[in-house]
């Protein structure tokens, strides 16, 4: 194999770490989110405080968060009994950001077959944006919040974009078949 082939060979492997490196981050994100769902804020706002303080050994900015989660004195007992459907809610929401993350497995283990999975990812990111302002000005979200929401769809488009864009370009390989069929 001639000094050219050789690192074509080398960049077409370049562009695959990075695109399988980039859904790896869509899929971790996608994890954090789900489990994130499944931590109560009073309890979450107990660990990131204890992990701050013994981090930094002092008060840390999150304790005016946590202290005022903790005078809201959220019973998960009251809520989970009187209000159970948000729970459940909660727990398919968590849910789905499990299953969404199962999914870009399948394209980090094989990114070029499943470059589906990427294109479903950049359509949902960039669906996300539009939907976070309708719905959640539909339920009276202060425009901050719908900001955040839909920083998530932009902050999960980049990634995904850049994956995609070397995934197209190792569209061709070097014998010049398609290596997407």
């Given at each position: ?11 077409r ?15 971790g ?46 019973d ?5 009994g ?8 909660n ?7 499990f ?22 990812g ?32 932009a ?27």
């Open positions: 194999m001639d000094r050219t082939n050789a690192e074509t060979t080398a960049q492997e370049r562009r695959l770490g990075i695109a399988q490196a980039m859904l790896t981050i869509v899929a994100g996608l994890l954090l989110s789900g489990l994130s769902i499944y931590i109560p804020a009073l309890q979450g706002g107990q660990i990131v405080n204890a992990i701050l303080q013994r981090l930094f050994d002092s008060t840390p900015s999150i304790a005016p968060v946590y202290q005022a989660l903790a005078i809201q004195t959220f998960f007992q009251m809520v989970s009187k209000h159970l459907q948000l729970m459940l809610d727990d398919w929401l968590g849910f789905a950001h299953m969404l993350a199962v999914l870009f497995l399948g394209a980090i283990r094989d990114p070029c077959r499943n470059l589906w999975v990427t294109q479903f950049l359509i949902s990111a960039v669906s996300l944006v539009p939907a976070a302002f309708f719905f959640g000005a539909l339920r009276g979200a202060p425009f901050l919040h719908l900001c955040i929401d839909a920083g998530f769809g902050a999960a488009f980049v990634p995904l974009y850049v994956g995609y864009r070397q995934l197209r370009m190792l569209r061709v390989s070097k014998e010049g078949q398609n290596i997407f069929t």
